[in-house]
Structures are given as C-alpha cells and as structure tokens.
C-alpha cells in the first residue's frame, strides 16, 4: 500500500467527527507503541490526517524506541535490540523531515497528506467502520511479526513482505478493477486504496509535468522514500510495544 499523506482546533473537531480521538488527540499527542497493527496504521492515518505531514508520526515513533530501550537495557535484556533498523538513526530522520519541509509548499504536500491520512483510515474501516479485509491482512503480517520475534516462524515477516501482501490483495498492481459487486468488505478496502493510489500518482505525474526529467525523478525518490519509511516505521512501532509488553511478561513472551 502507498503510504502517503488547519488550524489545531479545527483538527481536534474534525477527529471528534471521524472517531479518530481514541488512537489521537493533537493536542495530548499520540498514544504510548501499540500492540496491534490495526491500531498502529489508524494512528498513522489520524497524525497524518491531523499534521499533514509525517514528521509527527516519525518523531513519536522515534521516542517511543528509545524509551523502551532503555527499559529494555535496565533489564537483563542488556543486549537487546529493537527495530527500527539501523540506518533510522535521528539523523536520518531529520533528513527525511527537512526534504518534507522544503518539498511540501511547492508541491502542496500539506494538503495531500492530510486526504491521504483521511482515505487510509477508510481503506482500513471501511464506509460501516467495522473493518475491511485490510484488518484482516494486517492480523496475519502481526501474527508472522510475533512469531519471529519470538523465534518461531520462518516466514518472512518485514515491512516490505506487508507491503508485498497489501498490493496484491488490494490490487494495485492490476490495470483493470471489479470490485464493484465484491463483498463490502473487500470492495471498500480495494476503493479506497485505488484512492491512495490515484491521488499519489497525480502528484508524480505534476512533478513529471513541471521538472525536467533527471530533477523529477530525484523529488519523486524523495518522496517515495518519505512514503516507504513511514511505512517501516509504523511496523516498527508494532515490534517496539511488543517487545515492551515481553517487558512487562516474560514467562509468556519467552514460550
């Protein structure tokens, strides 16, 4: 799936609107790493939604991993080691927040973020909100998560084995769609993830129109680099809020 993304007070109404205030409140911030996927994207979707900009999301994530390191260290864990993996150092993060920043008013990346956040917490609930199968596909990469971290498993169980798993289950890698009469589960999740698809290569397609050809493909590898590295990170907030629940559980995490 392509990751992608007023005034505060207007924000806060507006999540109040969409349900959104149980993962995000702008104004408290967002909540402690999760330990469910579902929930992970949905507070993905909602700080992008909120900020228009990723930078938020990456900053918390960011904390909440040295937080919990040190918890871990604290521990007998002295060796332990969480994701997000080693080139996602504070460094790199700024880099990626400033090419946002100097990107965003030219492109209007505020904007874009905000729609996307607003679409990608559809895709995943659905027009009912009682889920779609993006839920499902989420459960099934949480469990292949789990299992690893906790040596079992051989199955591939990273951030691009997800996104591997999203594209063709919501079939964004095909040309031509009927989805129409499909279950609304189903039919929900592929709408608006073709959505996300859409309106992210409207904006490549900008790019392409305004630069010449060897300055657009270096804004777009900015910015699909930005895209995919939210990505990571929101799974990497999952395997941070499990391995701080093994903190707080160790028999049952080491069985």
């Not at 994530?61 to 993996?85: D, K």
């Not at 990626?96 to 492109?107: E, H, M, Q, T, V």
Request: glycine residues 6%; aromatic residues 6%.
């Amino acid at each position: 799936m392509v990751v992608a993304f007023l005034h505060l007070g207007a924000c806060v109404a507006d999540a109040e609107k969409t349900g959104i205030l149980p993962l995000l409140q702008p104004r408290a911030g967002v909540q402690p790493a999760q330990r469910d996927l579902t929930e992970v994207f949905l507070q993905l979707a909602g700080s992008l939604e909120a900020y228009g900009s990723p930078e938020p999301y990456l900053r918390h994530v960011s904390e909440e991993h040295q937080r919990i390191r040190r918890a871990l260290q604290a521990q007998i864990w002295e060796r332990a080691r969480i994701p997000p993996s080693d080139y996602m150092t504070d460094e790199y993060i700024n880099k990626l927040c400033a090419n946002w920043k100097l990107l965003s008013p030219k492109l209007g990346l505020e904007p874009y973020a905000k729609d996307i956040g607003h679409t990608m917490r559809n895709a995943i609930l659905g027009t009912r909100e009682t889920g779609t199968i993006v839920v499902d596909i989420l459960n099934h990469h949480q469990t292949a998560v789990f299992d690893r971290m906790a040596g079992k498993g051989s199955k591939d169980a990273d951030f691009d084995a997800l996104r591997a798993e999203l594209v063709s289950r919501l079939e964004l890698d095909r040309k031509t769609h009927a989805y129409e009469h499909d279950e609304v589960a189903r039919g929900d999740a592929i709408s608006f993830a073709l959505d996300i698809q859409g309106v992210t290569l409207k904006l490549f397609s900008r790019i392409d129109q305004g630069l010449k050809p060897d300055a657009a493909e270096a804004v777009k590898a900015v910015l699909l680099s930005v895209i995919i590295d939210t990505g990571a990170m929101a799974q990497s907030e999952l395997e941070a809020g499990l391995a701080e629940w093994a903190l707080s559980n160790p028999s049952t995490a080491r069985r």
